[in-house]
């Protein structure tokens, strides 16, 4: 089926381990998102890449880098973990119009003990 | 830059009920305004959309929402709810002049429980 997939969907660290998300679109989409879940906010951009070659901070940047390996990937990379990190994350895909909207991947439950 | 508000975090509602979940955007160019939908432990999913033309837009599965322009307004609106429609909505809105990436600003979320 096309869509967005995302490795792992659970992971536990410790505070200052790291660890990188995966994420993989099949729907030729040009644009790729990294966001954050938290109860009662909604969800919030963290980084996100108008095209293979570029990327860009979003809303929560801080604490994370990604990297647009190729069209169909694009990952999130936690170089030292910290609490305030424990989150769901949320990869997503779009074409350059917009007119589609997203489309999500099913998430990655994040705890950071 | 744009934000959105949904006014209601939590709503419940008792099976065939209707319901409406509100929705208010700021942006100070046109928008693309969506409605999508989280189930338990699952992604979220688109549930209808406006970009333009009928200010009232329709989902398959009974829902609708109306741009008003005005008050800046897109409420979601279901005439008679099911169990099943208990889940997480949320609004969210992108500028239609905004570059290559088309950011989407997301509300805070609203939970719809349908009561048996």
């Known amino acids: 089926n096309a869509g967005v997939t995302q490795t792992p969907k659970f992971q536990v660290l410790k505070t200052g381990q790291s660890m990188t998300l995966q994420c993989a679109q099949d729907?030729?989409?040009?644009?790729m998102y990294w966001y954050r879940q938290d109860p009662g906010m909604g969800l919030r951009l963290i980084y996100y890449?108008?095209?293979?070659?570029?990327?860009d901070k979003g809303e929560v940047p801080n604490g994370y880098n990604v990297s647009r390996l190729n069209k169909r990937e694009f990952s999130l990379r936690l170089e030292s973990a910290a609490p305030s990190q424990t989150s769901v994350y949320f990869c997503a895909s779009s074409d350059r119009t917009g007119a589609v909207g997203y489309t999500f991947g099913s998430g990655t439950r994040l705890t950071v003990v | 830059a744009q934000s959105v508000t949904q006014l209601d975090s939590q709503v419940p509602v008792f099976e065939e009920a209707p319901v409406e979940l509100r929705c208010n955007y700021s942006?100070?160019?046109?928008?693309?305004l969506f409605w999508y939908v989280q189930y338990p432990n699952q992604g979220l999913q688109l549930l209808l959309k406006y970009l333009s033309g009928s200010t009232l837009v329709e989902s398959i599965n009974g829902f609708e929402a109306e741009f008003n322009k005005s008050q800046t307004s897109f409420h979601l609106r279901k005439p008679s709810v099911h169990i099943s429609d208990t889940a997480e909505y949320f609004c969210a809105v992108t500028r239609i002049s905004s570059g290559s990436a088309r950011q989407l600003t997301f509300g805070s979320g609203t939970q719809l429980t349908v009561l048996p």
């Open positions: 729907m030729n989409h040009n644009s």
């Open positions: 890449s108008a095209s293979e070659g570029t990327t």
């Open positions: 942006s100070s160019v046109s928008v693309y």
